[in-house]
T-cell receptor, first 115, second 112 residues
Framework: DQQVKQNSPSLSVQEGRISILNCDYT??????FLWYKKYPAEGPTFLIS?????DKNEDGRFTVFLNKSAKHLSLHIVPSQPGDSAVYFC??????????????FGKGTLLTVNP | NAGVTQTPKFRVLKTGQSMTLLCAQD?????MYWYRQDPGMGLRLIHY???????AKGEVPDGYNVSRLKKQNFLLGLESAAPSQTSVYFC???????????FGPGTRLLVL
């Protein structure tokens, strides 16, 4: 049973436009959410995170929105740049039985930003 | 700082062979993790450790063993490799109780 879902395997946008990557989760115990970015042949790198006590977190061109009632979060990239082309993973963590240090990952969304 | 490093970068094994993947981190992190990434499957946790001398099972532990004899190293062993273990393996580490994990570059393993 997939607890973190990224239903769009891929997304293509034009340079300068907004990229919106979506993520849904089913486990109501999740209270911390992260986005990782992964280039081919490299390990994932941390991008941005949000705690369940917030509904928005911004870092430069990247903003993550959290809708707890809908169990949905999204990553907005504005403006998108060709260097943003990568696979983006959504991950979640929750304090369920003291295991709040484990992350559950979605399957990833491949973002392609076209010049 | 080198961060998280993994050895080897690529390996080909025959079915039934054994091998050990080495992960090292120089950030003094308490927690370390092993994941595998397969096409269309995202990252799945194999085993993890919350400190030197401790290990625990993750989501997909069968066929793997781990050891954490030193705080900076986390070893992943395959005693008898199977083609189903063909994957990309990532090691990660984090500070105790902090969600943000830092990943190594990965090890590509092909089991024939």
């Amino acid at each position: 049973d997939q607890q973190v879902k990224q239903n769009s395997p891929s997304l293509s946008v034009q340079e300068g436009r907004i990229s919106i990557l979506n993520c849904d989760y089913t486990n109501s115990m999740f209270d911390y959410f992260l986005w990782y970015k992964k280039y081919p042949a490299e390990g994932p790198t941390f991008l941005i995170s949000i705690s369940s006590i917030k509904d928005k977190n911004e870092d430069g061109r990247f903003t993550v929105f959290l809708n707890k009632s809908a169990k949905h979060l999204s990553l907005h990239i504005v403006p998108s740049q060709p260097g943003d082309s990568a696979v983006y993973f959504c991950a979640a963590s929750g304090n369920s039985g003291g295991s709040n240090y484990k992350l559950t990952f979605g399957k990833g969304t491949l973002l392609t930003v076209n010049p | 700082n080198a961060g998280v490093t993994q050895t080897p970068k690529f390996r080909v094994l025959k079915t039934g062979q054994s091998m050990t993947l080495l992960c090292a981190q120089d950030m003094n992190h308490e927690y370390m993790y092993w994941y595998r990434q397969d096409p269309g499957m995202g990252l799945r946790l194999i085993h993890y450790s919350v400190g030197e001398g401790t290990t625990a099972k993750g989501e997909v532990p069968d066929g793997y063993n781990v050891s954490r004899l030193k705080k900076q190293n986390f070893l992943l062993g395959l005693e008898s490799a199977a083609p189903s273990q063909t994957s990309v393996y990532f090691c990660a580490s984090s500070y105790a109780g902090v969600e943000t994990q830092y990943f190594g570059p990965g090890t590509r393993l092909l089991v024939l």
